[in-house]
């Protein structure tokens, strides 16, 4: 059954942090080639992400995800200009799936932007393949 992107990296950040609990160094390293994977293929990159988004492994859990990014914006003569840094934490709704909260600097209101973003991609489905 397809999860949403979310999902996975929720539930294989906790498998990941019980393998390091508990010494399974092989699974552990799984996980955590599993996560990179997922963050590389299928989290936002091009139309301005030009900078691959990360994930903070240590702050992540089964509850909440950490995500770093930059956002590469453009003037009104349609130049580069200038970069803005952001975290992005993410955390479980009752009402709407997820929580996507960005921090960082506002500039040209991106932060909206960067919000709807990152919500589409974790709420899409992921293959169970993957």
């Not at 992107?5 to 019980?18: C, D, E, P």
């Not at 390091?20 to 092989?26: A, R, Y």
């Not at 492994?57 to 952001?86: P, R």
């Not at 506002?106 to 919500?119: A, L, S, T």
């Amino acid at each position: 059954m397809p999860r949403k992107l979310y999902q996975v990296f929720a539930r294989t950040i906790h498998a990941r942090h019980h393998c390091e609990k508990h010494g399974n160094n092989e699974w552990f390293v799984e996980h955590t080639a599993k996560i990179e994977e997922l963050v590389r293929n299928r989290m936002p990159n091009g139309s301005g992400f030009d900078h691959e988004t990360s994930i903070d492994l240590i702050h992540s859990t089964g509850e909440k995800l950490v995500f770093f990014t930059a956002f590469h914006h453009m003037n009104e003569n349609g130049f580069y200009d200038g970069w803005t840094n952001h975290t992005i934490t993410v955390t479980a709704s009752l009402n709407n799936q997820i929580n996507v909260r960005v921090s960082g600097e506002n500039r040209n209101e991106i932060k909206d932007y960067i919000e709807e973003i990152y919500y589409d991609a974790l709420t899409n489905e992921v293959p169970d393949s993957e």
